[in-house]
């Protein structure tokens, strides 16, 4: 069972960046994956999840309105589309497996995003 | 500020027990399960227990987890340095429709 981010990187405020998440290991469409930060010096925080069947998705109110998570079954992989990145957006990014009830049972390795000018 | 409140750092002697605490509300930990995760830096964050009290297969039976009401607590016996580090509690806030951690406990095996 793994989880393997990509697409983390150096972005001006204001900028986008689209990060992916490959599943493999367990039946990637039944389940919920979620997306979880972590800022410098700072503790985890939920960020944003889609639902495994009906793709149904929730947000942080901080980054509603900029940020969009999808997920595509076939490719067995869920994405975070950051779009008019603010400088306390920079964070370890995680992807992970869940909630299931409430539970996040696996979790990625984590990418980097610095939103810096 | 995180909707779930725990205590900023623990410490205590290698082979000593340690308790952390996790408060929220009715509609966080008062009507959902609890989850708990120990995370060292540059590592993944690790699931210690869900559904309040149990643990995952690989989890030693040193690390317990309660829940009364809007609290919960994530205990840990028989101490070892490989402990150290921080601990989340972490639900789903139903009036929210959020995910919610607590800030976090630094643990610290003296």
């Known amino acids: 069972v793994q989880l393997l981010e990509s697409g983390g990187g150096l972005v001006q405020p204001g900028g986008s960046l689209r990060l992916s998440c490959a599943a493999s290991?367990?039946?990637?469409?039944?389940?919920?994956m979620s997306w979880v930060r972590q800022a410098p010096g700072k503790g985890l925080e939920w960020v944003s999840v889609?639902?495994?069947?009906?793709?149904?998705?929730y947000y942080v109110a901080s980054v509603k309105g900029r940020f969009t998570i999808s997920r595509d079954n076939s490719k067995n992989t869920v994405y975070l589309q950051l779009s008019s990145l603010r400088v306390d957006d920079t964070a370890v990014y995680y992807c992970?497996?869940?909630?299931?009830?409430?539970?996040?049972?696996?979790w990625g390795q984590g990418t980097m995003v610095t939103v810096s000018s | 500020q995180s909707v779930l409140t725990q205590p900023p750092s623990v410490s205590a002697a290698p082979g000593q027990k340690v308790t952390i605490s996790c408060s929220g509300s009715?509609?966080?930990?008062?009507?959902?399960?609890v989850s708990w995760y120990h995370h060292l830096p540059g590592t993944a964050p690790r699931l210690l227990i869900y559904?309040?009290?149990k643990r995952p297969s690989g989890i030693p039976d040193r690390f317990s987890g309660s829940k009364s009401g809007t609290s919960a607590t994530l205990g840990i016996t028989g101490l070892q340095t490989g402990d150290e580090g921080d601990y989340y509690c972490?639900?789903?806030?139903?009036?929210?429709?959020?995910?919610?951690f607590g800030g976090g406990t630094k643990l610290t095996v003296l």
């Open positions: 992970v497996k869940g909630p299931e009830r409430g539970a996040f049972d696996i």
């Open positions: 290991g367990f039946t990637f469409s039944n389940y919920a």
């Open positions: 889609v639902s495994g069947n009906t793709g149904n998705t």
């Open positions: 009715s509609s966080s930990v008062g009507n959902n399960y």
């Open positions: 559904d309040n009290n």
């Open positions: 972490a639900t789903w806030d139903t009036s929210l429709t959020v995910g919610v």
